[in-house]
C-alpha cells in the first residue's frame, strides 16, 4: 500500500486522489466536530476519542508499520506540543459555544494561514484564480459565523470569548497542518507517521477528561461515552489519515483549502442532527464556501 500511494506522489492520479481524500477527510471532520458537541461534555468527549484512538493506534505503532528513523522523534514532540494546544483551544470554544458558530470561525482561519504557510515551508504557490477561490470561502464561512452569531438565541452570554478561543484554534489548524505536513513527508513511510502521531496523540486529553469527570457532581455513565469514544476514534483516524495522504500526495495548502469544506457539512449536520435552524440565508453562504473551494480547484 505504502510504495502505491508514494508512486502517485506528483502525478494526475495522485492529484485526483489527493482531491477525494480532502473532500473526504472534510465530510469526516464535520462529524467529529458534531462528536464533541453532542450530548456529553465536550472534555470527556474529546478524552474518550483521544484514548481509544490512542489505544487502537498502539499496536501498528509498535508491531507492524516500520519505526521512526531518529529525527522523527523530535518532530513528534512538535505533534504532541502543537496539537495538546489545539485541542485544549478548540474544546474550550465547544464549551462556550454554538457549534454552527464557533466551527466556521476555526475552520475559516485554518486554509489562509495553512497557504501562506505553505508557501513558506514548502514553496508552495497559488494562481489567481485560486487566490480568488480562497477568498470566496473565506467570505462564505464568516459569513456563516456572522449570520449565526446575529440569530443565536442561546449560549450568548459566553459567544464572544468563544469566538476569542475559535480565532486561536483557527490559527493552530494552520500550524498543525503545515507541520504535520512537513512530518508525513519526512519519513520513508507515511503509515509510520500515521500510527505513530495517533499513538503519541492519544495520551494527553484521555488523562484531562479524568480529572475533569472526577471533579463533576453529576458524572455520567461510562459505557455511552466509551462508545461515544470508539466511534470518534474512527472517524478521527479517518479523516486525518485521509488529509495527511492528500498533503503528501498533492500540494498542502489545496488539501488544506478543500478540507474547510466541512463548514458546509458542520452546517447541514448542526441542521439535521443537533436540530439547530438553517434558513435559505446560510444555505447561500455554504454554497459560497463549496463555490470557493471549486474555484481552487479549477483554478490550480
Known amino acids: 500500500m505504502s510504495a502505491w500511494l508514494l508512486s502517485?506522489?506528483?502525478?494526475?492520479?495522485?492529484?485526483?486522489?489527493?482531491?477525494?481524500?480532502?473532500?473526504?477527510?472534510a465530510f469526516l471532520h464535520a462529524c467529529f466536530g458534531a462528536l464533541q458537541k453532542g450530548r456529553h461534555d465536550p472534555w470527556l468527549s474529546r478524552g474518550a476519542i483521544d484514548g481509544m484512538y490512542g489505544l487502537i493506534a498502539m499496536p501498528f505503532a509498535l508491531f507492524v508499520v516500520p519505526w521512526p528513523e531518529p529525527h522523527m522523534w523530535l518532530i513528534f514532540l512538535g505533534v504532541f506540543?502543537?496539537?495538546?494546544?489545539?485541542?485544549?483551544?478548540q474544546v474550550a470554544s465547544y464549551a462556550r459555544g454554538a457549534f454552527t458558530v464557533v466551527y466556521p470561525v476555526m475552520r475559516g482561519m485554518g486554509p489562509l494561514f495553512t497557504v501562506i504557510g505553505a508557501s513558506i515551508v514548502f514553496g508552495e504557490s497559488f494562481a489567481p484564480l485560486q487566490w480568488f477561490g480562497v477568498a470566496i470561502l473565506l467570505v462564505g464561512i464568516f459569513g456563516l459565523a456572522v449570520y449565526n452569531y446575529l440569530y443565536l438565541e442561546t449560549e450568548r452570554d459566553t459567544l464572544i470569548p468563544a469566538l476569542l478561543l475559535a480565532l486561536a484554534t483557527g490559527l493552530f489548524v494552520a500550524i498543525y497542518t503545515t507541520f504535520d505536513a512537513y512530518g508525513i513527508r519526512a519519513t520513508a513511510d507515511p503509515f509510520t507517521f500515521l500510527a505513530w502521531f495517533f499513538f503519541i496523540d492519544g495520551v494527553?486529553?484521555?488523562?484531562?477528561?479524568?480529572?475533569?469527570?472526577?471533579?463533576?457532581?453529576?458524572?455520567?455513565?461510562?459505557?455511552?461515552?466509551?462508545?461515544?469514544?470508539?466511534?470518534?476514534?474512527?472517524?478521527?483516524?479517518?479523516?486525518?489519515?485521509?488529509?495527511?495522504?492528500?498533503?503528501?500526495?498533492?500540494?498542502?495548502?489545496e488539501a488544506a483549502v478543500l478540507r474547510e469544506t466541512s463548514t458546509v457539512f458542520a452546517a447541514l449536520i448542526g441542521w439535521l442532527v443537533l436540530r439547530e435552524t438553517v434558513g435559505p440565508r446560510r444555505i447561500a453562504l455554504m454554497a459560497l464556501i463549496a463555490l470557493g473551494a471549486v474555484v481552487v480547484e479549477l483554478g490550480g
Open 8 to 25: 502517485l506522489e506528483g502525478t494526475e492520479a495522485g492529484h485526483q486522489l489527493a482531491l477525494v481524500l480532502a473532500i473526504s477527510a
Open 81 to 89: 506540543i502543537i496539537h495538546g494546544i489545539y485541542k485544549l483551544l
Open 204 to 253: 494527553l486529553m484521555p488523562l484531562i477528561a479524568v480529572r475533569h469527570w472526577r471533579r463533576l457532581a453529576l458524572r455520567p455513565a461510562l459505557p455511552p461515552l466509551m462508545l461515544r469514544g470508539v466511534v470518534g476514534a474512527g472517524i478521527a483516524m479517518a479523516s486525518f489519515g485521509c488529509v495527511m495522504m492528500a498533503t503528501r500526495l498533492d500540494k498542502v495548502g
